[in-house]
């Protein structure tokens, strides 16, 4: 997990020459790629870029601690959705999310997870996708970024950890109410640390202390739970679809790596 | 103004000679030519105005405001540049204006283009002084900033940063005698960054506001959109005879200096606030929010979207 401080250093300077050298940083992530994809998903042949799922990324990071990415399926796709897989090639943690879809994920439109990323490095950002016939699809982006995760930090740190915890949830009816895909965001108030920052007075490092769990049911159905690391960014922050029910009520439950748990629920919808 | 000159084989023989025979003496010696622009703006109050772009191998990281105090008894530098070869030409242009000893190096918040420079005052052992969360923030910064401005000054402008924290911690409000003439600096809340610090002289009413106040150069959020605003309104109606911007013209009138600024912060919280309200995504944001503002101000592509990313993840939690 110790991050080479001269490879680090390296990157966030290369910044300015990021068009340049793009085709020499993106040959060595391929590399990465190749252990990583083995190491998840074993031998299971993967169909790159086949429509089947989407991947909005920037191509260059305004801010590399938070990068926004969004997953789509395109609604001519019906199947239902098994996992997706999130990954940043070139950080520390490679695995981003793992987010297994339950019941309430919906089907007849088009379909989208959100999120915003640290980026610690020039990597490629890939979304993994298992539909339920077991197939698995993926698209790519490259990203210049860098300093997303060795240089997080919050701008304010003191207000960081007051009201750590506190989970916030929306839901956003379509254009039509009676649409069958409707919209919700989770955010969460979580510094995500990453365990790769010094706290000036100890001189120790500040122990990591993340998200790892996120449960998200409608009317007591499963949307999709989520396993994620510390390269979501501070504060996480989840927009996704699901499938319109009875009531449209979200119930969110999220455990930290400290084991805490928080708890909220959306205000009832169309009240 | 600054320019390098090329050195000649004699300046080269004289400049070593001078090393040979006074080893004690500065390195970097207070040459007019090498001395920084300075101009004085009221008796005793100089300041050098850095240039509007990003730092380069060409400016030496000299592209934010530097000013220096002298009073009976000595000088307090507040803002450095961002480079210890930026930071001696500073150095050179107080030698010029005068021979008292520097006693403080106030530094008006962490960014490297106002303390990189620090470095080069290091030999006249003064005290420096900053917010009592500079420290903080400044030493988790470091190694990034470090990196990104080795890269970006190029070799020899980077020679000799370091960063060097401050010893005096200013947490409340606190005063600084230089003979016949005091300096009263305030700490406050997070706006800019969360370790701004201002400074009023007292003989000239003269308040320097480092990047609490931009003129021309786009401000750039790194602390809190609210609480910018917060104090751009309570700024407003201090009495001083004259601002000195962080970046922007030497001397500016209040209340008229912060206009600009909080009109740009301002376009932008409400466009941010109006999209979320609707629903809208940070990717949506980014796209449109305050680009009403883009005409207005010099480097506004390399640091609107950035402001906007951090207002965003601000103010959707109102």
């Known amino acids: ?271 | 103004m600054c320019g390098r000159q090329l050195i000649t084989r004699q300046d080269f023989l004289k400049a070593a000679l001078t090393l040979a025979a006074a080893p004690l003496l500065r390195a970097l010696p207070a040459r007019a030519d090498d001395a920084a622009e300075a101009t004085e703006i009221a008796p005793g109050v100089f300041v050098h105005q850095g240039r509007y772009e990003l730092q380069s191998p060409d400016n030496r990281g000299d592209m934010a405001n530097a000013s220096f105090v002298v009073g009976n008894d000595g000088v307090a530098v507040i803002d450095t540049l961002g480079s210890a070869v930026a930071g001696a030409e500073l150095l050179a242009a107080v030698r010029a204006a005068t021979n008292k000893p520097i006693r403080y190096v106030i530094n008006t918040h962490m960014h490297p283009d106002h303390v990189f420079g620090n470095a080069a005052f290091k030999g006249d052992a003064p005290t420096f002084v900053g917010h009592h969360k500079l420290a903080r923030g400044l030493a988790t910064r470091g190694e990034r900033y470090l990196a990104i401005n080795k890269e970006m000054l190029g070799a020899a402008a980077f020679e000799g940063i370091e960063i060097i924290l401050p010893t005096v911690q200013v947490a409340d409000k606190v005063t600084l005698d230089l003979g016949g003439r005091e300096l009263v600096l305030e700490p406050q809340r997070t706006a800019h960054t969360d370790n701004d610090l201002t400074i009023t002289d007292t003989a000239t009413g003269t308040l320097f506001l480092g990047d609490l106040l931009f003129s021309v150069h786009v401000p750039t959020l790194d602390g809190s959109i609210t609480g910018w605003l917060a104090l751009i309104e309570e700024l407003k109606s201090r009495q001083a005879a004259r601002v000195v911007p962080g970046h922007g013209p030497h001397a500016m009138e209040m209340p008229g200096a912060l206009e600009p600024e909080e009109r740009y912060l301002a376009s932008i919280a409400g466009d941010v606030r109006r999209l979320i309200k609707e629903g809208k995504t940070l990717e949506d944001a980014i796209k449109t929010a305050g680009f009403s503002e883009r005409d207005a101000w010099k480097l506004f592509d390399h640091y609107h979207v950035r402001n906007v990313s951090a207002a965003f993840a601000e103010l959707e939690w109102e």
């Open chain 1, 1 to 271: 997990m110790s991050l080479p401080i001269k490879s680090l250093a390296l990157a966030c300077g290369l910044a300015a020459f990021v068009i340049a050298l793009q085709p020499f940083v993106a040959a060595a992530d391929e590399d990465d790629w190749v252990g990583l994809k083995q190491q998840v998903f074993g031998d299971r042949p993967i169909s790159a870029e086949d429509g089947v799922v989407v991947l909005d990324a920037p191509y260059t990071a305004d801010d590399p601690s938070l990068v926004p990415i969004t997953v789509r399926v395109p609604p001519e796709i019906k199947q239902k959705l098994k996992t997706l897989t999130l990954f940043i090639d070139k950080n520390p943690d490679p695995i981003v999310a793992k987010i297994s879809f339950g019941p309430a994920q919906g089907t007849g439109g088009e379909r989208s997870f959100s999120t915003r990323v640290r980026i610690d490095n020039f990597s490629h950002v890939r979304a993994v996708l298992e539909t339920e016939d077991g197939q698995l699809h993926m698209a790519t982006k490259f990203v210049a970024a860098s300093g997303g995760c060795g240089a997080m930090q919050a701008k304010d740190p003191d207000t960081e950890s007051v009201d750590l915890g506190k989970t916030l949830v929306k839901v956003f009816p379509p254009a039509l109410e009676s649409g069958p895909i409707w919209s919700g965001q989770v955010m969460i108030k979580h510094p995500n640390s990453n365990g790769m920052q010094l706290d000036i007075h100890t001189a120790n490092v500040i122990p990591a202390r993340f998200v790892k769990d996120v449960v998200v049911k409608r009317d007591g159905e499963l949307v999709f739970q989520m396993a994620s690391t510390f390269s979501i960014s501070t504060n996480p922050n989840f927009r996704f679809t699901f499938g319109r029910g009875p009531n449209n009520s979200l119930d969110v439950a999220v455990t930290d790596t400290d084991g805490a748990v928080f708890a909220a629920k959306s205000e009832p919808s169309g009240s």
